[in-house]
Each structure stands twice: as C-alpha cells, then as structure tokens.
C-alpha cells in the first residue's frame, strides 16, 4: 500500500516568509510524528499527534512553528518568520497506534532558508 | 534525559568485509531499540528492532542485539555489499507525557562499501 507522502519535496524561501509543509500518513495510522534533520542537530521530535487527542509539543524549538492535524489525517507543519537556521530537512512518520513503536517515515521535506 | 551515542564514522570498507556499528544508549526504563537505515536519495526505512532486554533483531544480515548490562546495541553484518552503502541511525523510543512515545535518535554513520 502507500505510504507516507510528503510535500513539497523541496522548499526555498527567503529570511521571514512563512512556510507550509505538508503529511498524509499512512491510510489507518492514528500516531503522527515531525521530526527535523539538520547537519548540526541530527534528528529531532519536533511534535506528536494522536488521533483526536491534544498533540504534544514538547519538541518544537520556538512559538514560530505550529502544526495541525486535520480530521486525524493529514497534517500540516507551518513555520512562521523563518530563519536561516530553520533549513533542515522535515520528515513525517506514522504508527498504526500508540501502542505500536515503530515508526514510518516519508521521504522528507528539504527547506532552504535564505 | 534520554539520549543515543553512535560512532559517526564515516566508516568505509571493501565488499565483502565485517562491519560493526557501536551504538550505546542512556534512558530511563526499558525503551525499544532501533536501526533506521537511510539509503542516498531515500527516506528513512526500519533496519531492525529490539523490544527487551537479549532480544536479537535481524534483517537483510544484519543484526543487533540489545544489551541492557552494557546499555548497547551494537549492528554488525558479517559481508557487507556496495548496496549496504548507506547512512544508519541508532535509536531508542523514549516517552512522552501520556505513554506515547517518540524516537530519540543517534547522530547517523555513514556506511561506504567499495567494490
């Protein structure tokens, strides 16, 4: 079957405009992960959905970045104001449940910061 | 808090040679333990999993056994192949407020395998 979808797979935007990036899961998955791969940092859990539950945000680095989960499907990570350490590449992974620990990953969003 | 310490490496070797990656761990409980393996131009893929303590994970020849006593989980494979050419992620599953869980990740070895 399909699995997780990100888009877009490259974003180049300049110093202050805001971005949008976008994660369909897999079909059925309840449990939604960001996370964020950058040469300094390595990865990082940016935030944590499950079903209709309160996200945990516990990840996030600043108030510039939110992220949404629509209809406990597709989720959107937005980053306000960017900067030029906010260039990463943002991946999204799924789990069937909370329950479950292993995680399935799409293939990344690449943001360039200028 | 919890945290994973992997060789950075890079590390390359000749087809056909052994390969160790160390991959050590510092964590409260009993977490899951993990190898992630990212293949150039690809995402992130499941390697091979561990749930508790002495369990083996393997896969593709690869395996990784989960050492509580030395808080390791060290991945070898006993032949590598230029196609075992790749960048591999030591992690563990750590807690979140609530009993969900996140993966907590190692820095990444870069796996090169010459012909």
């Known amino acids: 079957g399909a699995g997780v979808s990100q888009s877009p797979s490259n974003k180049v935007t300049e110093k202050g405009k805001d971005v949008e990036l976008r994660c369909d899961p897999i079909?059925?998955?309840?449990?939604l992960y960001w996370y964020r791969q950058s040469l300094g940092q390595g990865l990082e859990f940016l935030i944590y959905f499950q079903g209709n539950s309160a996200p945990d945000k516990s990840g996030l680095p600043s108030d510039r970045f939110s992220a949404e989960r629509t209809g406990g499907s597709v989720s959107t990570l937005t980053i306000q104001r960017t900067q030029q350490e906010d260039s990463a590449v943002y991946l999204c992974?799924?789990?069937?449940?909370?329950?479950?620990?292993?995680?399935?990953f799409g293939p990344g969003t690449r943001l360039t910061v200028l | 808090g919890d945290s994973v310490t992997q060789m950075e490496g890079p590390v390359t070797l000749s087809e056909e040679a052994f390969l160790t990656i160390n991959c050590t761990y510092t964590a409260t409980g009993y977490p899951s333990l993990f190898w992630y393996v990212q293949y150039p131009g690809e995402g992130l893929q499941l390697l091979l999993k561990?749930?508790?303590?002495?369990d083996k994970g393997s896969n593709k020849g690869f395996e990784a056994t989960y050492r509580k006593e030395t808080t390791s989980f060290h991945l070898e494979k006993g032949s590598v192949q230029v196609s075992d050419s790749a960048v591999y992620f030591c992690a563990l599953s750590g807690t979140l407020q609530g009993g969900s869980e996140k993966l907590v990740f190692g820095k990444g070895t870069k796996l090169t395998v010459n012909p």
């Open positions: 561990a749930t508790k303590a002495d």
């Open positions: 079909s059925g998955h309840t449990a």
């Open positions: 992974a799924s789990s069937p449940n909370r329950d479950t620990d292993t995680q399935y």
